[in-house]
């Protein structure tokens, strides 16, 4: 026994008890104590010098606390933290994201006529991520399609030549699809041969390029027939994916968790590098 813990004590002070500090992650579902809400993270952001959290709630209300104490996440009381600093890219030494050795001390070149047309803004981000500082150093742009419905009419405006070729990368190229007619018919266009080349991967959409394990899954959850393959991913995952933003938040979530090549499927990396070959060899 200690006696020296004898004498006259305040009972009613609380006893200081240490909550967990979590940083906050898009898609966890919070409580905010004071006033009852109950959301999933959408957004964090500073505002007036400090962080800010938008928690939506499953009616598609948002509102926006201080980060701090006065949280519950899965009924514990937590410290909620800005979030946590990305780890940096796991890319060896003088090389590129892509692999490639990195070409030290010079500048980007001016973009060149030749371009790189994908299908939508998440292939373009993708390829950007992964073969930015490639493009760069050769001066070739990327550029989202947003389909490739009208793809015969955009190439023709284009006018590909000798000295203006482009590479196009399809979602879902496959034998006897809509893509791979659309692909022929542009192909048979006059101008088109030796100056335009069409690849494409097997994938309903470029977010199957990145590889299950890299997200920490076994595979690619199938989404019922009927749905739209996004907005199912991101339900099957439990991420918020009733809007555009959860989409987009959905993606960028994704897109984080790819550092280099070696994150992406070969059947993907295999046509990028044969665009890029195209575009930069005489």
Known sequence: MDYQNWGPRDMSAPVRAE????????????????SGWVGAVTRVEKSGGMHVVALEDRRGKSRSFRLGFGFLLEGQAIRLMPPAPRAAANVPAGRTASGSVRVEGQRAQVAKASRIWVEGKHDAELVEKVWGDDLRVEGIVVEPLHGIDDLAAAVADFRPGPSRRLGVLVDHLVPNSKESRIADAVMASPGAAGNVLIV????IDVWQAIRPAVLGIDRWPAVPRGQDWKTGILKAFGWPHATKEDVGLGWQKLLGAVRTYADLEPSLLGRVEEVIDFLTVP
């Open 19 to 34: 909550l967990p500090e979590v940083p906050v992650e898009r898609g966890m579902v919070l409580e905010d104590v004071q």
């Open 200 to 203: 494409g991967h097997p994938y």
